[in-house]
């Protein structure tokens, strides 16, 4: 390989593996759905060709030996075969319910310690810490931690995909998705996209780097970032003017955001509708797309203004905005003015 062409590959994983390494609880137990999955249908796969086989020969054309005397146009009883389809029925709903249990357990997850940024890009994972620190096809995680991703694309549809930890997602502009995972293992395991996403869509390769606490707080400093998401969040809002509106004095009526994270909101229309990441998002870039209940759409859409990063800072800014958390700016500010 020479090195114009060769991909960023991490040392890892060498060797001949069955099935990828597990580096979290959740990898192996979707490896035992797995197994349990082609263990079950080996069973039926040998019972049914084993049947076949069975009966192909016993009943051959001139077998004298077979008893030909209950042929199935003659039999009425059914109970054999009504009992097999009822046990595989069963089995399978089982195999249903616990399918959809981890798969549910996939989206839903428990609280995360932190939320990490993964921007797809042709033809490299960008990401973005809570404190500020950016790293590309890289992302060093705390070892024993959950760890929840906020995964986007800033061109075309990509795939992020960790198989040490059974974990993927498609990655598609425009949208935002979530996922999360709780490494047992420190070390590093392989990220690559899973999606065709142009020419280079093979060397979109990246690595997670599971680190000791220890380690991982060194890491953190090392890096030196500086500013925060929130707060990076908070000077693009005021930059692109969004404060303008959305804040204290202005003339334009337009709601007010603090508190706004996980409220519900009326809407013009008559709906109700929670306010997560993906409403916050959506009312920067298609802010026609849901009007608040009493304001007139007067908004400009930010689409195309703003990079998939800073979209992540102003929605993170917004999140963390607690009730009432304008208003005492504003005292503090007419207090100064006072003086
Ligand atoms: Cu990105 Cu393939």
Redesign the pocket.
């Known amino acids: 390989m020479n090195d114009e062409v060769a991909p960023y590959l991490p040392e890892v994983e060498k060797g001949l593996h069955l099935i990828p390494t597990q580096a979290t609880e959740h990898a192996g137990q979707l490896d035992h759905l797995y197994f349990a999955l082609v263990g079950a249908s080996a069973i039926i796969l040998l019972m049914v060709v084993g049947l076949i086989a069975f009966f192909g020969f016993r009943y051959r054309a001139g077998n004298k030996a077979a008893d030909r005397s209950n042929l199935p146009s003659t039999r009425t009883e059914n109970r054999v075969e009504i009992a097999v389809l009822a046990a595989m029925l069963v089995a399978f709903m089982g195999f249903f319910a616990w399918a959809t249990t981890l798969y549910l357990d996939s989206y839903r997850g428990p609280e995360p310690a932190m939320t990490i940024d993964v921007i797809?890009k042709?033809?490299m994972w960008k990401i973005q810490h809570p404190d500020g620190t950016r790293e590309i096809n890289a992302i060093h995680v705390p070892v024993d931690e959950v760890i929840r991703l906020r995964v986007t694309s800033q061109d075309?549809i990509?795939?992020f995909f960790v198989p040490a930890f059974r974990l993927k997602r498609d990655v598609v502009p425009g949208t935002e998705k979530t996922a999360w995972f709780k490494a047992t293992e420190p070390g590093e395991y392989r990220l690559f996209?899973?999606?065709?996403?142009?020419s280079f869509?093979s060397r979109?390769l990246g690595k997670v780097v599971v680190m000791e606490r220890g380690d991982y707080q060194a890491w953190l400093t090392r890096q030196g970032s500086g500013q925060t998401l929130a707060s990076a969040g908070k000077q693009l809002f005021q930059a692109h003017g969004c404060s303008g509106c959305h804040m204290g004095k202005s003339n334009v009526r337009a709601p007010s955001l603090d508190g706004l994270y996980g409220r519900s909101v009326a809407l013009d229309s008559g709906e109700v509708i929670l306010a997560d990441e993906a409403y916050i998002r959506d009312s920067i870039l298609q802010p026609d797309k849901h009007i608040a209940a009493g304001y007139e759409p007067i908004m400009p859409s930010f689409a195309g203004q703003l990079s998939e990063e800073d979209i992540l800072r102003i929605v993170t800014y917004i999140k963390s905005l607690q009730p009432g958390e304008w208003v005492k700016e504003s005292v503090k500010e007419n207090e100064g003015e006072s003086r």
């Open positions: 797809g042709q033809w075309v990509h795939s996209c899973t999606e065709y996403c142009g869509h979109m």
